[in-house]
């Protein structure tokens, strides 16, 4: 299912600095995401129980959320977004016909699903040597900032860096986001890194160039359904 989504919900930029670490190639832009109605969530008791249960292991199914979003052509459009059990205590949804999850005690990873036409642009989650996925993990370091540093310096690219909020609650998070090439199958990475909880996550959204305005969206819109537990 392809959308490219209208305006920013789950991704909000405030301060923007460029940091130049290598060639100068296609800066990313990230694609806009709406939601334009609240969630209607469905939810079985026992799936009550396991989203407030912090023990609960990571890629469990907390129930289904209808939500409508825009597609292409500007036209709401609604979809079933499966709920799951993230890492630690922060939950989050995704499309189970468009994506894979595979879950392990510290990431959770998203993958195209293999079918029809959108398996052929997919290349089964690759594009030429550029893979397609989400991943969302626990990272060790002294602070986001310095785990931005590192991340700028080795992908020796042209990088954007800037102050951002992911997810439903508006986490603060840094984006560092570079492109490898212009070329329809050049991989283009997008990094929001933030702390929770004294816990540092990253998530990590590789894409092409050519599947960015679809595969890519549907990567942001999966992100801006994160949600932290703060009861």
């Keep these: 299912m392809r959308r490219r989504l209208a305006a920013a919900l789950c991704i909000l930029g405030c301060l923007c600095v460029l940091g130049g670490c290598g060639k100068e190639d296609a800066e990313v832009a990230v694609p806009q995401v709406e939601v334009v109605e609240e969630p209607q969530i469905s939810q079985t008791e026992e799936q009550k129980e396991a989203e407030l249960g912090l023990d609960t292991q990571a890629g469990t199914e907390l129930g289904e959320e209808e939500i409508t979003v825009m597609t292409d052509e500007g036209e709401p459009e609604t979809a079933v977004y499966t709920r799951v059990r993230g890492i630690g205590d922060f939950s989050i949804a995704y499309d189970a016909e468009e994506f894979t999850l595979t879950a392990s005690e510290n990431e959770l990873r998203f993958e195209p699903v293999v079918s029809g036409a959108e398996g052929t642009e997919a290349g089964a989650g690759t594009a030429g040597d550029a893979k397609i996925f989400l991943s969302i993990r626990t990272e060790e370091a002294p602070s986001a900032e310095e785990l931005a540093d590192q991340y700028v310096a080795e992908s020796n690219e042209e990088c ?56 890519g969206a549907s990567e942001h819109t999966i992100l801006s359904t994160l949600r932290f537990d703060e009861g």
Excluded: H, K
């Design 160 to 215: 954007t860096v800037e102050e951002m909020t992911v997810g439903e609650g508006e986490y603060p998070a840094i984006w560092v986001s570079y492109a490898e090439g212009t070329d329809a199958g050049s991989r283009t990475c997008d990094l929001y890194i933030f702390r929770y909880n004294d816990v540092l996550y990253v998530a990590q959204l590789d894409c092409t160039v050519e599947a960015y305005d679809s595969l």
